[in-house]
C-alpha cells in the first residue's frame, strides 16, 4: 500500500530559528508536494518536484526552501522561521502515467514562538 | 491561472440523503484533471474520485459520483445515501498539464454534516 511518512510530527520553534520537516515516500512516485493548511484557506501549494534533485515553486512559496534529494525523500526548509508560519504542513506524493490521485502523509503541526 | 473555488463552506444533511458539493476551475489547458478528496476529523487525507476532462462520461466510485459540466468548468460531487462516517472536510483539486512538473492545487474545502 502507497505509504508517505512525515517528520517530526509536532514541532516547536522560535522565531528566527531553523526549521526542517522532513519527507518520506515509498510508493516510487515521481512527484512530491509540500502543502500548508490554515483555517479558511484549504491546502496551499508551497513546493513540489517531479524527480531527484528538481524543487520547483508552488503558489506560496516565500519563506520556504525546498530539497529533493533522492526519490523517496523531500524536505521542506524554513531558513528564519515566523510565527506566521505557524500552520500545519501536508506532503503528497503523486504518481504518473495515469495513475494521477495524490497521497498524503499525516501531516506536521509547526508552531513558531 | 490555474484556480479551484469551492464556495460552500458548509453543508449540513440528514443521514441516507443526497448531498452535492460544488466545485468550479480556472485553467487555460486543453487537458487537466480533477480530483475530490477527503479529510476525516483525525486530520487524514484521503483520494476519494477522478475526473479526466477528455472524458465525456461522469465518473462514479461506490456511492460518490460526479457530476462534470465542462462548458461551465465545474465538477460537483454527488454523495447518496450519505452515513453519519461521510462527516468530513472535501476538497476539489485540479492537476494541469501533460508534462512530467505539474501542478495540483486545492480548493478551501467544504465542510459536510451528517446529522442521524
Known amino acids: 500500500e502507497a505509504a508517505v511518512t512525515q517528520s517530526p510530527r509536532n514541532k516547536v520553534a522560535v522565531t528566527g530559528g531553523k526549521v526542517t520537516l522532513s519527507c518520506n515516500q515509498t510508493?516510487?512516485?515521481?512527484?512530491m508536494y509540500w502543502y500548508r493548511q490554515d483555517t479558511g484557506h484549504g491546502l496551499r501549494l508551497i513546493h513540489y518536484?517531479?524527480?531527484?534533485?528538481?524543487?520547483e515553486k508552488g503558489d506560496i512559496p516565500d519563506g520556504y526552501k525546498a530539497s529533493r534529494p533522492s526519490q523517496e525523500n523531500f524536505s521542506l526548509i524554513l531558513e528564519l522561521a515566523t510565527p506566521s508560519q505557524t500552520s500545519v504542513y501536508f506532503c503528497?506524493?503523486?504518481?504518473?502515467?495515469?495513475?494521477?490521485?495524490?497521497?498524503f502523509g499525516p501531516g506536521t503541526r509547526l508552531t513558531v514562538l | 491561472a490555474q484556480k479551484v473555488t469551492q464556495t460552500q463552506t458548509s453543508i449540513s444533511v440528514v443521514e441516507k440523503t443526497t448531498v452535492t458539493m460544488d466545485c468550479v476551475y480556472e485553467?487555460?489547458?486543453?487537458?487537466?484533471?480533477l480530483f475530490w478528496y477527503k479529510q476525516t476529523a483525525s486530520g487524514e487525507i484521503v483520494f476519494l474520485i477522478r475526473q479526466d476532462s477528455y472524458k465525456k462520461e461522469n465518473a462514479t466510485v461506490g456511492h460518490y459520483s460526479l457530476n462534470f459540466q465542462k462548458p461551465k468548468s465545474s465538477i460537483g460531487l454527488i454523495i447518496t445515501a450519505t452515513q453519519i462516517e461521510d462527516s468530513a472536510v472535501y476538497f476539489c483539486a485540479m492537476r494541469e498539464g501533460n508534462t512530467n512538473a505539474y501542478k495540483v492545487i486545492f480548493g478551501k474545502g467544504t465542510h459536510l454534516h451528517v446529522l442521524p
Open positions: 485553467t487555460r489547458d486543453s487537458s487537466y484533471f
Open positions: 503528497a506524493s503523486g504518481g504518473t502515467g495515469g495513475s494521477y490521485e495524490q497521497y
Open positions: 518536484s517531479y524527480g531527484a534533485g528538481s524543487t
Open positions: 510508493n516510487n512516485h515521481n512527484n
